[in-house]
T-cell receptor, first 112, second 118 residues
Framework: SQTIHQWPATLVQPVGSPLSLECTVEGTSNPNLYWYRQAAGRGLQLLFY??????ISSEVPQNLSASRPQDRQFILSSKKLLLSDSGFYLC???????????FGPGTRLTVL | AQKVTQAQTEISVVEKEDVTLDCVYETRDTTYYLFWYKQPPSGELVFLIR??????QNEISGRYSWNFQKSTSSFNFTITASQVVDSAVYFC???????????????FGTGTRLTVIP
C-alpha cells in the first residue's frame, strides 16, 4: 500500500533563516506531487505541483521554491523565511488521471 | 474559473444530532470531480469521497451521506447521529477532469469547523 511521509513534523525557525521540508511517497511510481500551505484558520493554498522528476509548476509567486530530485521525493525550500511563511504545509500525491489526492501528515512551521 | 464555497464557517451540534455541511461550486467544465476531506485536530487531511460530474446518485457510507445536485451546483454532506469523533474541519474540493497541466489540481473551499458537543 502507498504511504506518504513528511518531515519534520514541527519546525520553529527565525526570520531570514533557510528552510527545507521533505516529502516522500512509498508504494507507487511516477505520482503527481503537490505542496499546499494552510495558514492558521484558513483554507488550503496550492503552492507547487510536479508531474515528473525535475518538473515543477508554481501556483503562487513567493520566496519559496520546490524541487523533485527523485520520482517519489518532493522538497520545499526557502533561502530566507518571512513571518508570513508560517503555516501548516501539506504534501499530497496522486496517481491516475483523474484520481484522488492523498495527503501526508503535514509540517507545522512557525517563523519567529 | 473554478471556485468552491462553504458558507458555514463553524457549526456546533449536540451529540446524536444530524448535521449537514453545505458546499456550492462553480466551474465551466462539463466534466469535473468533487471531493470531501476531513481534517481532525492532528492536521492530516483524510479523504472521504470523490464524485464525478456524471454521477448524481446520492451516496451513503455508514453515518455519512452525500447529496450531489448539478442543478444547484451543490455537493452537501450529512452526518447522521453525530459523534464527538466527528469533530473536525471538513473541506469540499473540486478538480477539473483534464487540467491544462495534466495535474488535476484541487480547488478547496475554506472549510467548515464542526464541533460535536457530548
Amino acid at each position: 500500500s502507498q504511504t506518504i511521509h513528511q518531515w519534520p513534523a514541527t519546525l520553529v525557525q527565525p526570520v531570514g533563516s533557510p528552510l527545507s521540508l521533505e516529502c516522500t511517497v512509498e508504494g507507487t511510481s511516477n505520482p503527481n506531487l503537490y505542496w499546499y500551505r494552510q495558514a492558521a484558520g484558513r483554507g488550503l493554498q496550492l503552492l507547487f505541483y510536479s508531474v515528473g522528476i525535475g518538473q515543477i509548476s508554481s501556483e503562487v509567486p513567493q520566496n519559496l521554491s520546490a524541487s523533485r530530485p527523485q520520482d517519489r521525493q518532493f522538497i520545499l525550500s526557502s533561502k530566507k523565511l518571512l513571518l508570513s511563511d508560517s503555516g501548516f504545509y501539506l504534501c499530497a500525491w496522486m496517481v491516475g488521471d483523474p484520481d484522488t489526492q492523498y495527503f501526508g501528515p503535514g509540517t507545522r512551521l512557525t517563523v519567529l | 474559473a473554478q471556485k468552491v464555497t462553504q458558507a458555514q464557517t463553524e457549526i456546533s451540534v449536540v451529540e446524536k444530532e444530524d448535521v449537514t455541511l453545505d458546499c456550492v461550486y462553480e466551474t465551466r467544465d462539463t466534466t469535473y470531480y468533487l471531493f470531501w476531506y476531513k481534517q481532525p485536530p492532528s492536521g492530516e487531511l483524510v479523504f472521504l469521497i470523490r464524485r464525478n460530474s456524471f454521477d448524481e446518485q446520492n451516496e451513503i457510507s455508514g453515518r455519512y451521506s452525500w447529496n450531489f445536485q448539478k442543478s444547484t451546483s451543490s455537493f452537501n454532506f450529512t452526518i447522521t447521529a453525530s459523534q464527538v469523533v466527528d469533530s473536525a474541519v471538513y473541506f469540499c474540493a473540486l478538480s477539473e477532469a483534464v487540467g491544462q497541466t495534466g495535474a488535476n489540481n484541487l480547488f478547496f473551499g475554506t472549510g467548515t469547523r464542526l464541533t460535536v458537543i457530548p
